[in-house]
């Protein structure tokens, strides 16, 4: 984990989100930095996935700025902060069944092809100097992942567990330095999330920054470096798992909410 005084990746300045008159996300400032696991929790209803898709360009923001690197990111589409290394997977996978595996990685690949759809039509050579490289480097992601061995299966059959790796795999494809994961373990056994803790604590210690929004408190107490709590929109505490677990606003926004 990198110290608090490090260059933040991410950083929010005061991102709010209405949906009307509804205040979903509010006044949210927080830094997320690399090589550390962040976790993002709070009660049903918070705000968590709001905040997601505020990050990684699904909605706009209300109010605030963002900044990655450095930079103001504030208003960018989703395809030019997946560029830029921003990538998450979703609360259900969202895969298409007829794939197969390589295929899904490879999809995530493309994001990151030096030549682009249009340029890469016109010159056959570049194209199939690049479709090489992608699947080289979809290859490499399904070993690092350890789904190497399924490469050639449809996605519709693989089981749930190997499903949510698989999403992870094709997140990875653009070589993001931010990683978003919303609720990455849900559903899973503990065999399963044991093996997916294990790929977020390697990536984490290859330098990514992971962001996680998840209810089992479990796995977000073991895992996570950094624990940011929101509650009706709003930060209501912030610091090292074993301090935010016991923080007494904390207990009582989620006083018969937690899950074992
Ligand atoms: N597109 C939308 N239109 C209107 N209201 C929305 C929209 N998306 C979210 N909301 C509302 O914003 C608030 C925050 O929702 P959000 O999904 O971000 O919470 P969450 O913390 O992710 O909850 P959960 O843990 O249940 O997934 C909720 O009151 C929700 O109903």
New binding site residues.
């Given amino acids: 984990m990198t110290a608090d005084n490090t260059p933040a990746l991410l950083e929010l300045i005061n991102v709010g989100k209405s949906?009307g008159g509804?205040h979903?996300v509010r006044e949210v400032s927080m830094q997320v930095r690399a090589a550390t696991i962040h976790a993002l929790i709070?009660p049903?209803?918070?705000?968590?996935?709001?905040?997601f898709n505020l990050i990684n360009g699904i909605l706009p923001v209300s109010a605030g700025r963002i900044l990655f690197q450095g930079a103001d990111i504030t208003g960018w589409p989703v395809h030019r902060l997946a560029a830029a290394g921003i990538a998450r997977t979703f609360?259900t996978p969202q895969l298409f069944d007829e794939m197969t595996v390589i295929e899904t990685v490879m999809c995530g690949c493309h994001l990151r092809g030096r030549l682009g759809p249009l340029r890469s039509m016109f010159s056959l050579g570049g194209k199939r100097l690049e479709e090489r490289a992608i699947l080289d480097h979809a290859v490499e992601l399904l070993q690092r992942v350890g789904l190497h061995e399924l490469m050639d299966e449809k996605a519709a059959n693989l089981s749930y567990g190997h499903r949510r790796v698989l999403e992870v795999a094709r997140a990875l494809g653009t070589n993001p330095k931010l990683l978003l994961l919303d609720e990455v373990a849900a559903g899973l056994n503990p065999t399963e999330t044991q093996y997916i803790a294990g790929l977020i604590r390697q990536f984490a210690a290859d330098g990514m920054a992971i962001l996680l929004?998840e209810?089992d408190m479990r796995f977000v107490m073991e895992m996570s470096h950094k624990v940011t709590v929101?509650n009706f929109?709003e930060i209501l505490a912030e610091g090292l798992p074993e301090d935010v677990a016991s923080d007494p606003s904390v207990i009582e926004a989620y006083i018969g909410n937690w899950e074992e």
């Fill in positions: 949906f509804l979903a709070g049903n209803g918070a705000g968590k996935t709001t905040t609360q929004v209810h929101l929109g």
